[in-house]
T-cell receptor
Framework: EAGVVQSPRYKIIEKKQPVAFWCNPI?????LYWYRQNLGQGPELLIR????????DSQLPKDRFSAERLKGVDSTLKIQPAELGDSAVYLC??????????????FGEGSRLTVL | AQSVTQPDIHITVSEGASLELRCNYS??????LFWYVQSPGQGLQLLLK??????LVQGIKGFEAEFKRSQSSFNLRKPSVHWSDAAEYFC?????????FGKGTKLSVKP
């Protein structure tokens, strides 16, 4: 069974440029998460989807970040324009069920963003 | 507020030695607790989880963790560390659709 697939694995851009990350969750997982992991820190939730609905985006910096999950499967996270402080690893995860505490999250390998 | 504290940023142990990684949490209700491991350049993999019942839980790769409500702790243990266990370990508490992670403990293994 394929795991959570993310692309690109690495991205280097200059500040003020746009960037987009793509995630394909495990088949059948209706819940999808985007986390940001800064260097030396644990992951922090940016947004959580139940099917195509964003049910928690309280931590998403909406002035420059946007996300979508069309058709409730793949998802895209976009940053426009990128700032130096956006350098981080962006992790996508998926799970069964509406509540994370009923099951485990399955993580992709992450997309490492470097903003110069 | 919900939070997870991992007091040790970096731990070095000798191969074959025992290991204990500490985790303390703050959570308003019965916590759902997890340990994840992250190898360099990889995503996070679940080692074990506690939802209810027996407070000593067994996980993959020979790891176990013990939930102690009185101490708000969920420490991870392994009796004999292998070189392949070198990685970063994250404790997390779950609820309301979100996992809150600690800052992680990096484990180095000496030959």
């Amino acid at each position: 069974e394929a795991g959570v697939v993310q692309s690109p694995r690495y991205k280097i851009i200059e500040k003020k440029q746009p960037v987009a990350f793509w995630c394909n969750p495990i088949s059948g997982h209706n819940t999808l998460y985007w986390y940001r992991q800064n260097l030396g820190q644990g992951p922090e939730l940016l947004i959580r989807y139940e099917n195509e609905e964003a049910v928690d985006d309280s931590q998403l910096p909406k002035d420059r970040f946007s996300a979508e999950r069309l058709k409730g499967v793949d998802s895209t996270l976009k940053i426009q324009p990128a700032e130096l402080g956006d350098s981080a690893v962006y992790l996508c995860a998926s799970s069964f069920g509406r509540e994370v505490n009923t099951g485990e999250l399955f993580f992709g390998e992450g997309s490492r963003l470097t903003v110069l | 507020a919900q939070s997870v504290t991992q007091p040790d940023i970096h731990i070095t142990v000798s191969e074959g030695a025992s290991l204990e990684l500490r985790c303390n949490y703050s959570y308003g209700a019965t916590p759902y607790l997890f340990w994840y491991v992250q190898s360099p350049g990889q995503g996070l993999q679940l080692l074990l989880k506690y939802f209810s019942g027996d407070t000593l839980v067994q996980g993959i790769k020979g790891f176990e963790a013990e939930f102690k409500r009185s101490q708000s702790s969920f420490n991870l243990r392994k009796p004999s560390v292998h070189w392949s266990d070198a990685a970063e370990y994250f404790c997390a508490v779950g609820g309301q659709g979100n996992l809150i992670f600690g800052k992680g403990t990096k484990l180095s293994v000496k030959p």
